[in-house]
């Protein structure tokens, strides 16, 4: 028997410390009481919208997102905007219950919002964001291109710094 140092404790050993540097959750945004009454606009703006019952609907819908985009953060407007195109064509004609509405209002705010969310954060919201517009009988392309927008506001609006061991 050879002593020293054995290649099979080395590989666990690097599987374990791999396995450890998964990327850390974010701290993702809560709505305030202020903001509640901003997340049952764009709930009524995304109900009306759905209905067409009011012609403005688009754009109020559209500045509702938009605001929460910060001064120092205009290169991201592109993205929001584009965001609110996609529900908007999504949710047109659509019947969009009140509870569907909500959720639908917070995962937009929250996709715009928060800032230091984990890929894999990101990934969940993505995915509950196309889950939730299926739900309502919303074909999966459009749920689809709404998702991927949510996707990409995030990665133009991020302020999470990627650690070393994050890239493996």
């Known amino acids: 028997m050879r002593s020293g140092f054995h290649p ?27 903001t509640q009454g901003d997340l049952r606009d764009i709930q009524r703006g995304l109900q009306y919208v ?17 605001k929460y985009v910060e ?4 290169h991201a407007v592109p993205a929001v905007d584009e965001l609110s195109q996609r529900t908007i064509a999504a949710v047109k004609g659509a019947t ?3 509870q ?17 969310m984990s890929d894999r954060q990101v990934e969940t919201l993505q995915n509950d964001t196309q889950s939730l517009l299926m739900s ?16 990409e506001v995030q990665r133009v609006l991020t302020r999470r710094i990627r650690r070393w061991y994050e890239w493996f």
């Open 96 to 98: 969009l219950p009140e």
């Open 100 to 116: 569907t509405a909500q959720r639908l209002a917070h995962d937009l705010w929250l996709a715009i919002m928060a800032r230091e």
């Open 8 to 34: 099979v404790l080395l590989v666990v050993l690097l599987v374990l410390l791999l396995a450890g540097c998964r990327q850390a959750d974010g701290p993702v945004a809560v709505p305030d009481a202020g």
């Open 50 to 66: 759905a209905s067409g019952s009011d012609p403005a609907a688009p754009a109020e819908l559209s500045a509702d997102l938009r």
């Open 71 to 74: 001064d120092e953060e205009v």
């Open 136 to 151: 309502v009988g919303i074909a999966e392309p459009q749920a689809e291109q709404v998702a991927a927008q949510v996707g």
